[in-house]
Structure formats: C-alpha cells, structure tokens
C-alpha cells in the first residue's frame, strides 16, 4: 500500500471545483446524443427514466469516484493501488487510462467537425439547402482526407493550450468562463425555441410521457444514456476529485454534478425538439440530427448565420470542457506513475491523440477499409470503450466501493472528516453493492449483445 500524496495540486474554490467537475460531465453526450436517443425512444417516457437512473445509479457511482479520488490523492491506478493489495483491482486503472486516450481521439474527431461546422457558419457558407443537401455536404465532408483530420488536430491544440496551463490556472480558470457561457448560450437558444410555431408540440413531446410505449429497451436506452452523459467508469470524476479541497461536501458536488448534467440534456431537447416540429423533421433522425437537420433548420431562420454559428459554439464548449477532463486522467497517470514533468505529460497525451485521432478522422476515407474485428478503427474505439470498457469500469468502481472499500474511508471521505453529516450514509452503501452493479450489468449485457 502506497501513501496519500500530499504534495498535489488543489482547485483554488468550491466553485472552481463544481465547474470543472460539471464541465467534465457535460459534453456533446447532452446536447448530441440526448436529443436523437430521446427523439428514437419516444420522448417523454425516455426521459422520465432517464432522469430516474441520473439519480439512482449516477449519483452513487460519482460519490464512488469522489470517495476514491480524493480519498488517495492520486491518479486512478494509484487509488486502487493505495486501497486493495491485489493487483487485479488496479487492472481496472489501466483500463481508465486506456479508455480515456481512445474516447479523447475519437471524440476529437466529432468535435473537430462541430469547429468546421462553426466556422463555416461564421463565415456564411454552410447553405446547402434542405436536409438532403446537408446530407450530401456532410458525407462529403467527413469521407474527405484532410480537412477532418485537419479540424481534429486544431481541437486538439486548443485542447493542448489550456492543460499546459496546469489545474488552477488551466483546467479551473477556462471551466469558470466556459460553464457560464455554455448555459447562457443554452438559455438564448431555448428561449428562441419557445417562440416557435412547433414549441407545444415539441414540448409535449419532449415531456409528456406515454408509459403504454414504455419498452425494455427504452428502459435500458435510458439506463445507458444516463451512464455514458456522466462519463462513469471513466475515472473522470475520481481524477478531478484528486484535486478537490478536504472541505469540498462529495454528496451535494455529485448531487449538483448530476443535476446541472441532467439540466443541461433537457435544455437541449427543449431546443431541438420545438425547431423540429416546426419544420416537419423527423425526431427521431438520430445521430444526423445536429450535422444535417438542424443547420437546414438554421437557413430556413431569420439570422440563420447568426443562430448556426452560435449552435456549433455552443457545442464546440460542450466538447471543450469534456476533452480537457478526460485528458486528465492520462496526464495524471503519466506525471505519477512514469514519473513525468507535467508539460511532457500533456506533449504525450495531445501527440497519443493526434495520432490515433487523425487515423480516426481518416476511417472515413482513405481508410474505411481497415478494420479492426470488421469495424472502422474510429468505430472500433467508439464501440470498445462505449460499450465494453466503460460498462465494465462503473462496475468494479461500484462494487469495490460497496464491498472492498473499508468503511471508515467511506464515512470520513463523505462527512469531511466528521465536519460534516452525511444522513443517507447507509442507502448510498446499499445502491452501490446492490442496485448499481445490477443496473450497469444490464447495460453492459445488452452492449454486448447478450439482451
């Protein structure tokens, strides 16, 4: 057993602690993904459940993640290494860190085209007409060579420019800034939304739910969704804990992580979904939604341009605030286990994904026929982590907390060191052996095609 590392960096305010960690959370998972899961899941009875599973399996496993973190002072192989002897448990460290380098590739890669899409707004030229020539421009676009590999490498440089400023002057000074504007940003575009001819469809859509619709797999679309908005089993959350002050109260910053997170989701739906019905679009156009319906949308609106640059701003914060997190968690692998300078290990992580990245953005094109178990390498990343290593992460993390983890960590880490009281002490130690795990093996089993 190793000793807590005393001598680490610490979020400057309570504040600063709560935007970073709402930031690390909040990402294109809420303003991409949400609306097309909800829009193909039926809307309102998806995300009753969704909410539902935020708070019965989210908030115990970012307490999970908290109690670790903070707990050991240290990156996520560490705090296995510092609270379980055997070796197996730390297994799931490596497991954190190599998932964090693949989802930061990839994930650059669609973040990449959120800052082509932005910038072409800004400049007027993203009109193509309606949602078929969108469709025929974003094909186009992404199956090119080097302009998506181009736009990957200049997210990442932003990414690079802000962690080389370190936690208090990088991490935490840009999510105080970036947090605000995102929901600023979010708030003008719902309030635009409501002026709409569609808002009281879409919003019935959104939030009145038809529960004789209720499937098992919207239940467990929801469960996923809810898992993955919240970047669990990542190591994310415990990473960023590492950093929080020994008066930070863990219960109320998972409560108000989840909580903004799940605000953030609906904000989004309340944008999109009025727009849609507006116009005639299908909700549940999935993925394309944001690429190839809503920039159709924006040129049929007054001050389109206008409206569409500021939409891929919005995501292009979104995608910033989530890449710098989970860069994190191999910085801080590669500064405390290999023993790095703090510049080495942010030069090593951005090159890791430029690399990775840029094979990624060319899966499209001049690489689509390479594959890995017959996957493109950026959908074999995506479906690996998604799917595999991120299920199986929030599993051990829940289960070794309930069960492993001695209680007297857990009590001292969630009152303070006795400053303070943590009343459902006894139901958070009960979700966490039995309700959690049970929850995130139903997501793992169906990712992997056993439900």
Avoid at 87 to 93: K, S
Avoid at 326 to 333: C, D, G, K, P
Wanted: aromatic content about 14%.
């Amino acid at each position: 057993m190793t000793s807590k590392n005393t001598h680490r960096a610490v979020f400057a305010t309570r504040i600063g602690a709560i935007a970073t960690t709402v930031g690390s959370a909040v990402g294109l998972g809420n303003i991409w993904r949400f609306p097309y899961e909800a829009g193909t899941h039926g809307g309102g009875a998806f995300m009753v459940c969704y909410i539902a599973f935020i708070f019965l399996l989210g908030v115990p496993v970012i307490c999970a993640e908290f109690i670790l973190g903070r707990s050991s002072r240290s990156n996520i192989t560490g705090a296995f290494r510092l609270h379980a002897s055997h070796r197996v448990w730390q297994l799931t460290g490596y497991m954190g860190v190599l998932s964090s380098l693949m989802i930061l590739s990839f994930y650059s890669v669609v973040a990449g085209w959120t800052v082509e899409y932005m910038v072409q707004s800004a400049i007027g030229s993203l009109d193509y007409g309606d949602a078929a020539g969108y469709h025929t421009h974003f094909d186009s676009f992404v199956t090119g060579n080097w302009r998506p590999a181009l736009w990957t490498i200049v997210f990442l440089a932003i990414n690079f420019a802000i962690l080389m400023r370190g936690v208090a002057k990088g991490i935490e000074r840009f999510s105080n800034i970036l947090m605000p504007m995102l929901f600023i940003l979010l708030l003008i575009f719902c309030a635009n939304s409501l002026t709409m001819a569609g808002a009281r469809e879409g919003l019935s859509f959104l939030f009145s739910p038809d529960f004789s619709a209720l499937t098992p797999s919207t239940m467990l679309g929801a469960l996923g969704q809810a898992f993955f908005s919240l970047s669990l089993g990542l190591g994310t959350m415990l990473t960023y804990s590492s950093y929080f002050a020994d008066n930070t109260r863990l219960g109320r910053s998972a409560l108000i992580t989840a909580s903004l997170d799940t605000v953030v989701a609906i904000l989004a739906g309340v944008i999109i979904f009025p727009a849609v019905f507006t116009f005639g679009m299908s909700p549940s156009a999935g993925p394309t939604l944001v690429f190839e319906v809503l920039p159709s949308i924006f040129h049929s609106l007054a001050g389109g341009t206008v409206w569409s640059t500021l939409f891929f701003f919005l995501l292009f914060l979104a995608s910033l605030t989530s890449t710098i997190s989970m860069s994190e968690i191999a910085i801080t692998f590669f500064m405390e286990e290999l023993k790095m300078k703090r510049r080495s290990a942010v030069v090593l992580n951005t090159g890791i994904a430029a690399l990775f990245g840029t094979l990624c953005a060319l899966s499209f094109g001049c690489l689509s026929d390479f594959t890995l178990f017959g996957l493109t390498l950026f959908n074999f990343f995506d479906t690996a982590t998604s799917n595999v290593m991120l299920p199986l992460g929030g599993m051990i993390i829940s289960v070794f907390v309930g069960w492993k983890l001695d209680r007297s960590v857990l009590s001292e880490q969630m009152t303070c060191r006795g400053a303070t009281r943590f009343r459902p002490m006894r139901l958070l130690v009960f979700l966490l052996r039995w309700v959690c795990p049970v929850a995130i093996g139903l997501i793992f089993a169906q990712s992997i095609g056993i439900l």
